[in-house]
C-alpha cells in the first residue's frame, strides 16, 4: 500500500502565508507526477498545481504566482508554499501522485486525505 500523509494547513489571517507538506510512503518504486488539488464544500475538486518527477510544473491560472509547488524526490515529499493568502483560499486542499510500486508495473493514483487551510481575520 501507498499512503500520503499532507500536514501544514490550519487558519492563517489575510495576507498570511503556509507551506503545505505531503509525504508519500510504503511499497514505493517511482513518483512520476506528484500534485496538490482542492475543494469547497459542495464543489468539485479542482487542480492547483502539479509537479512532475523531472521538474516540469503546471499551475491554475488562478494560483499563478502566489502559490509554489516544489518537490523533494529522495524524501517522496511534494510542498506547496501559499503566499498573500486570501479568504476566497479556504479549502480542503489533497495531494495527489501518481505510483508505481514495482518496475515494469503501471502508475497508480493515490489521494490523501486532505488538510484544511482557513483564511480569516
Known amino acids: 500500500q501507498v499512503q500520503l500523509v499532507e500536514s501544514g494547513g490550519g487558519l492563517v489571517q489575510p495576507g498570511g502565508s503556509l507551506r503545505l507538506s505531503c509525504a508519500a510512503s510504503g511499497i514505493i518504486f517511482n513518483i512520476y507526477a506528484m500534485g496538490w488539488y482542492r475543494q469547497a464544500p459542495g464543489k468539485q475538486r479542482e487542480l492547483v498545481a502539479t509537479?512532475?518527477?523531472?521538474?516540469?510544473?503546471s499551475y491554475a491560472d488562478s494560483v499563478k504566482g502566489r502559490y509554489t509547488i516544489d518537490r523533494d524526490n529522495a524524501k517522496n515529499t511534494v510542498y506547496l508554499q501559499i503566499n498573500t493568502l486570501k479568504p476566497e483560499a479556504t479549502d480542503v486542499y489533497y495531494c495527489?501522485?501518481?505510483?508505481?510500486?514495482?518496475?515494469?508495473?503501471?502508475?497508480?493514483?493515490?489521494w490523501g486525505q486532505g488538510t484544511l487551510v482557513t483564511v480569516s481575520s
Open positions: 509537479i512532475a518527477s523531472g521538474g516540469d510544473i
Open positions: 495527489n501522485a501518481a505510483v508505481s510500486r514495482c518496475p515494469g508495473w503501471g502508475y497508480l493514483e493515490v
